[in-house]
T-cell receptor, first 112, second 114 residues
Framework: SQQGEEDPQALSIQEGENATMNCSYK?????LQWYRQNSGRGLVHLIL?????REKHSGRLRVTLDTSKKSSSLLITASRAADTASYFC????????????FGTGTKLQVIP | DTAVSQTPKYLVTQMGNDKSIKCEQN?????MYWYKQDSKKFLKIMFS???????INETVPNRFSPKSPDKAHLNLHINSLELGDSAVYFC?????????????FGPGTRLLVL
């Protein structure tokens, strides 16, 4: 299936440190998105990177995409306790009404 | 002024019962979705509607029937509930059905079947 897999499954860091999580997927994609889910809440969109882009920034977030390796990474710099959440990558194929397929998620804990 | 709202937030019911979950979005979006998130946090799409028309229908038991009375509403009716239906159900919407569209999620409905 197209499902992405995040790595690591769980990550615990100190406040102020950087957090890196990775997503690997199986088939060619049109774009890849990252979402955050706080405990007990719905998902919130963070950033979208298209297949012809290699890197994108948004505030403290940096996303890279390597289509040759079928992988993406999300870097959160200078982490804060409020960044504690689960992070999901979501891949989409091109053309028509293509569904977005979510990965398995990385649970990030930022310790104050 | 919640963008995507769902009711109820919690639903506890007995096996065999029929229940409905409602979703409304006030973003003016054309497309709405239902997702199921299991206990391992795996999120899987169930259905998608674009302007009241069903466009994605994943392999979901017939006991699940979505209904979209207008493009701002998407309800999910579940017949003969089973233990395995226990999960969190999320509604989402996007401006268009294209695969690169940002989706806006509701807060979820936590269903527990006893």
């Amino acid at each position: 299936s197209q499902q992405g897999e995040e790595d690591p499954q769980a990550l615990s860091i100190q406040e102020g440190e950087n957090a890196t999580m990775n997503c690997s997927y199986k088939t060619s994609i049109n774009n890849l998105q990252w979402y955050r889910q706080n405990s007990g809440r719905g998902l919130v969109h963070l950033i979208l990177i298209r297949s012809n882009e290699r890197e994108k920034h948004s505030g403290r977030l940096r996303v890279t995409l390597d289509t040759s390796k079928k992988s993406s990474s999300l870097l959160i710099t200078a982490s804060r306790a409020a960044d504690t959440a689960s992070y999901f990558c979501a891949t989409a194929l091109s053309g028509g009404y293509q569904k977005v397929t979510f990965g398995t998620g990385t649970k990030l804990q930022v310790i104050p | 002024d919640t963008a995507v709202s769902q009711t109820p937030k919690y639903l506890v019911t007995q096996m065999g019962n029929d229940k409905s979950i409602k979703c409304e979005q006030n973003l003016g979006h054309d497309t709405m979705y239902w997702y199921k998130q299991d206990s391992k946090k795996f999120l899987k799409i169930m259905f998608s509607y674009n302007n009241k028309e069903l466009i994605i229908n994943e392999t979901v038991p017939n006991r699940f029937s979505p209904k979209s009375p207008d493009k701002a509403h998407l309800n999910l009716h579940i017949n003969s509930l089973e233990l395995g239906d226990s999960a969190v159900y999320f509604c989402a919407s996007s401006q268009f059905p294209a695969s690169g569209e940002t989706q806006y999620f509701g807060p979820g409905t936590r269903l527990l079947v006893l």
